[in-house]
């Protein structure tokens, strides 16, 4: 008998695994069809990739700078400007019915979009403002710069919120901070939440307030923020105003691209 063509013995085991190996099929439809959705998710991702958060459907009115029309001035020496000859946006049906407080989602950035409350009194905090040390909002590269920036120490940035802690008692809500330098948190923004506070603390009327931060295509620092104010019992008579505030610190130069910073030239 000839045994060239006879296939050799095979162990039980490596039976079991031939027939293991048989009915086993990779699951080829599930995966195309999860390839297809990551495919779908990546491009819609990339195509909204420098759009601002969504801001609350309760607004009719859009900030000036969230405006695809409307492009934000250069840096000219004027740390602080009139948008719309000073007349907010807000439309009379928003300054009847906006109630409560409302602050944008994060964009995929990580940035802050538009915040915006109607003040009264009864919004403003009784304590003391609590640690806001554990955020770090975008462009957070922080530099100390002596006998430059005003403060001790005297660090750059600070976590600047953009409806101020005393309005509403807002603390470490990562959708009301950015990095502002210390010039525009404690100087020209300053300037404005003071007169609407002061407002506020001697009536019993109301403000509707909306602060949004400016940031050009995917930077990271926001070039600065558009304040609006409107009293509203007494017609803006109290308090009116719109401007924008660039977010700089004289003697020093900002990448708004990364947060990173350098003494200007002399």
Known sequence: MSFRNREPSRTEEQEKKTVRRRRWRPPYGLL??????????????????????????????????????????????????????????????????ITGEFYSPLDRLGRCGPAAARLGRDMMPEGEREEIGDIRPTGWVQKKYPGIVDSDPPYL????????????????????????????????MLDYEVKVLRYLDRSENHVLYRVSPYFRDSERVARGVEMEAYSIEDHGAGVCFHVFVYNIQPGIEIDYATGDSWESDP
Request: with cysteine; charged share 15%.
């Open 32 to 97: 195309l069809l999860l390839f297809f959705a990551a495919s779908i998710w990546f491009l819609y991702q990339n195509e909204n990739a420098d759009d601002g958060p969504v801001y609350p459907e309760v607004f009719e009115s859009e900030s000036l700078v969230g405006s695809s029309s409307f492009s934000v001035p250069d840096y000219y020496g004027e740390a602080v400007i009139d948008l719309n000859n000073g007349i907010p946006c807000f439309t009379e049906n928003e300054r009847n019915t």
């Open 157 to 188: 940035y600070n976590r600047c919120h953009l409806i101020a802690h005393a309005m509403t008692g807002q603390n470490a809500n990562p959708r009301n901070l950015i990095t502002g330098t210390r010039y525009m948190n404690a100087v020209t």
